[in-house]
């Protein structure tokens, strides 16, 4: 049992290690593209193709290191990472962190190693982070559920007016609550988007629709089941800092994109959408769950400055959907693989067929010839 323990604990040492180094790198990939359209575009790199890319970022943390394929260029990253005769500090690191389970003998009493220790520490803070997770989660379900269906006409029209702007197929519910106060989407499957009954009760159709429009690019892009994958590595690697600025700016580069979606469709001006964002501001609401569990009309507060910006700033320029798309999966396919794939041979042929006219023979003549047997004596009675 100890044993098992052992190999457990290491294993996971060394897969959380790994996987944090090479999204580390990876990051720094990220950035060194970004620094080069900077230069060389003037508009930098495209919004959608930044988000594409720090999501591949995050899903290297959660894939397994033997993923591999033909045309991966990473493999020998991972061989410079674990050959001691190229990166002994790094390998000599890993090796003591993850522990050796070879150097544990049977025979001896079983002994806490560091691995063990720091296993069981990140088994209680997952434990406790996940628990967290968890009553938020419970709390956002029984709030909606106390929520009502919103049934007047008008609303119901202009929600799904922009249903169809943005060619979305799936029926989206509009529900609202009074104790909540943050316009939120919830859902991936059967989508749905809340609006407290305080900003109902403004009657500012302006307000609402902006509001509705960018909850609708937010079902549009199925932002709540990246947000769910993304909460998951959050948990399993709540020590490292770049999950958590990663998650930042993929949180800011989302409101933005919605924010794009909806003044593309020219049906609500920046000065508008703009303003509307500032009178939800002026609530004062973040809402108890926040952006985490949900994607929020607001997002985090200290992106509000950057959002207004931006939402003034706004060109009408032409987008190319399914190539930034294109461009995030060859870089996915080049770099997410951590190690390169490895031909299957087949083993080499050790003896040959045994002939016809030897089969009932126990040791045929070329058997004998190629394998030689011990010969036994016996002396005759």
Known sequence: MSDLILKQSSNLIEFLLLNSIYALLLAVLVLAIKFVFS?????????????????????????????????????????????????????????????SASAVQPAKPYQLTSSDIVYCFWLVIV??????????????????????????????ALANRWRLNFWIKRPVHVIAEDKYLS?????????????????LAT????????????????????????LLIQNVIQIIYFFNPLVWLVVRRL???RENICDDMVLSAKQIEPEVYGNSLLQ????????????????????????????????????????????????????????????????????????QAVHKKDE??????????????????RDDE
């Open 251 to 253: 949180s800011g580069l």
């Open 127 to 156: 434990g406790l982070v996940l628990m967290r997770y968890m009553l938020l989660r419970f709390k956002l379900l029984g709030m909606i559920n106390r929520s009502q269906p919103i049934v007047e006409y008008p609303l119901v």
């Open 280 to 351: 939800v501001l002026r609530f004062n609401i973040n809402g108890e769950f926040g952006e985490q569990l949900s994607n929020a009309f607001l997002g985090y507060k200290g992106q509000i400055k950057h959002r207004i910006a931006a939402i003034g700033n706004f060109s009408l320029t032409p987008s190319y959907p399914k190539f930034d798309l294109a461009v995030v999966i060859l870089f996915g396919i080049f770099f997410l693989p951590f190690t390169q794939k490895v031909a299957i041979q087949s083993p080499p042929e050790t003896l």
């Open 39 to 99: 230069i060389f575009s003037d508009t930098g790199l495209s919004k959608r193709v930044e988000y594409g890319l720090w999501c591949v970022v995050l899903l290297r943390l959660i894939l397994p290191s033997e993923l591999s394929f033909d045309y991966a260029i990473s493999g020998a990253v991972k061989e410079w990472l674990l050959n001691p005769s190229q990166n002994h500090f790094l390998s000599e690191f890993i090796a003591k962190a993850s522990g």
């Open 360 to 377: 009932n023979s126990p040791f045929p003549e070329h058997v004998r010839d190629q394998v030689k047997l011990p010969v036994v004596h």
């Open 203 to 226: 009657e500012n159709e302006e307000l609402i629709e902006s509001i509705i429009a960018h909850e609708m690019a937010h079902v549009k892009r199925q932002d709540s089941l990246w």
């Open 183 to 199: 316009p939120f989407t919830f859902f991936f499957k059967s989508p749905i988007i809340f609006i407290p009954r305080k900003i």
